[in-house]
Structures are given as structure tokens and as C-alpha cells.
């Protein structure tokens, strides 16, 4: 089936320098890619996301980059912030359904002070 | 603000019971997931639907059936309560229209199931 690999699993950045994760995805029909946060104890929820017309996608401190041909994207966010560690999941658009996301499995962003 | 609700915050359930899992949502979304998430596998799907009284499987429906009567309820039944059956279980819904963020899911706060 399709899948969306995610790496790294965990992630351990100082505070004020810059993260990144990265997801690759197989459907090549997807045409859709969001991010969302789990802070510890709570739901996900949804960051950022990017349709596949777009390359680059940037909301304050976090930004997101689509590369359709390599079936990649990524998360980056800088200046990091204490508040900013959490489970960070990658998603893709099943291309069949149209509303079911394939997820990755997560990465845990640790900012030490 | 769309609201989604759970039944249950923690729940702790005896091997080979009968357990119902119900997920309420307040924004007349069409779709509705539930989700198992487990350390290092993330979100994990079982079964979702896209209108009421229809359901697919998802990656993992063994063990587990669903029922949607109405649009705003989608319930989570695990026949047999099993102790592999232990995990936190997420309840999202969203809205599709084609439009720009129709993708979106909101989550419910989870309900921690513990099966002994």
C-alpha cells in the first residue's frame, strides 16, 4: 500500500538553532501535505500544510518544501523555542480517497535550553 | 471552533469485554476516522467513514467494528476486548468541499484504553 516514511524519529536541537524533518511519500496521485503538532498530552493539531502546486509554503517561524518529482517534503523551523517540542507527524492525501491521510509515524523535537 | 468530543478520557476494561468508544463532532463534517496511536507507530488508522451508515477499513480494522447512525456520532466497538487492545484511541473528523484546507482533520483529546 501507500506509505509516508519519516525521519528522524527524534530530534534534539538547542534552543534558537533550526530544525528539520523530513517525509517522503509513494502515491504519486497525492496532492496534498500538512504537518501537525502533538504536545505532550494533547490532540494533534494541524500547523501548516502545502498542495502540490506549491514549492514552498511559510508561516512565521515555520516553513514547508515540496519537491513533487522527488516525492519529498519537508518541515523546517527556526529559532527554536522551548514550546516548540512535541511529536511532529507528516501526512499525505491518499490519492484514491481524497480525504484519508497516510501518516508517518512521527518525530519527537526535543529543544534543550 | 469545531469541537470534537470523547466519551472517555481513560478507560480500563477487562480482557474479552465488550467496550464502546463514541466520538461526537459538532461541525456537520461528512468524515470520520478513528485513529490508534502507539509509541513509535503513529497514527494508525482502523476505520473510517464518509457518510452515515458507511464505513471502510482502514490499515488495522481487526478487532474492531463501527457504526455511524447519525452524521455527528461515529462509535468504536471492540467486540472481545484483548490486552494487545491496550493504546490511546484518537477520533478526528473532517470536511470535505475540494477548497483549500477541506483535508483537515481535528482531532478528539483521546481516550486511553487499558485492557487487564
Known amino acids: 500500500g501507500e506509505n509516508v516514511e519519516q525521519h528522524p524519529s527524534t530530534l534534539s536541537v538547542q534552543e534558537g538553532d533550526s530544525a528539520v524533518i523530513k517525509c517522503t511519500y509513494s502515491d504519486s496521485a497525492s496532492n496534498y501535505f500538512p504537518w501537525y503538532k502533538q504536545e505532550l498530552g494533547k490532540r494533534p493539531q494541524l500547523i501548516i500544510d502545502?498542495?502540490?502546486n506549491v514549492g514552498e509554503k511559510k508561516d512565521q517561524r515555520i516553513a514547508v518544501t515540496l519537491n513533487k518529482t522527488a516525492k519529498h517534503f519537508s518541515l523546517h523551523i527556526t529559532e527554536t523555542q522551548p514550546e516548540d517540542s512535541a511529536v511532529y507527524f507528516c501526512a499525505a492525501v491518499n490519492g484514491d480517497s481524497n480525504y484519508q491521510l497516510i501518516w508517518g509515524a512521527g518525530t519527537k523535537l526535543i529543544i534543550k535550553p | 471552533d469545531v469541537k470534537v468530543t470523547q466519551s472517555s478520557r481513560y478507560l480500563v476494561k477487562r480482557t474479552g469485554e465488550k467496550v464502546f468508544l463514541e466520538c461526537v463532532q459538532d461541525?456537520?463534517?461528512?468524515?470520520m476516522f478513528w485513529y490508534r496511536q502507539d509509541p513509535g507507530l503513529g497514527l494508525r488508522l482502523i476505520y473510517f467513514s464518509y457518510d452515515v451508515k458507511m464505513k471502510e477499513k482502514g490499515d488495522i480494522p481487526e478487532g474492531y467494528s463501527v457504526s455511524r447512525e447519525k452524521k455527528e456520532r461515529f462509535s468504536l466497538i471492540l467486540e472481545s476486548a484483548s490486552t494487545n487492545q491496550t493504546s490511546m484511541y484518537l477520533c478526528?473528523?473532517?470536511?470535505?468541499?475540494?477548497?483549500?484546507?477541506?483535508?483537515?482533520?481535528?482531532f478528539g483529546p483521546g481516550t486511553r484504553l487499558t485492557v487487564t
Open positions: 461541525m456537520d463534517h461528512e468524515n
Open positions: 478526528a473528523s473532517s470536511l470535505y468541499t475540494g477548497t483549500s484546507r477541506a483535508y483537515e482533520q481535528y
Open positions: 502545502i498542495r502540490s
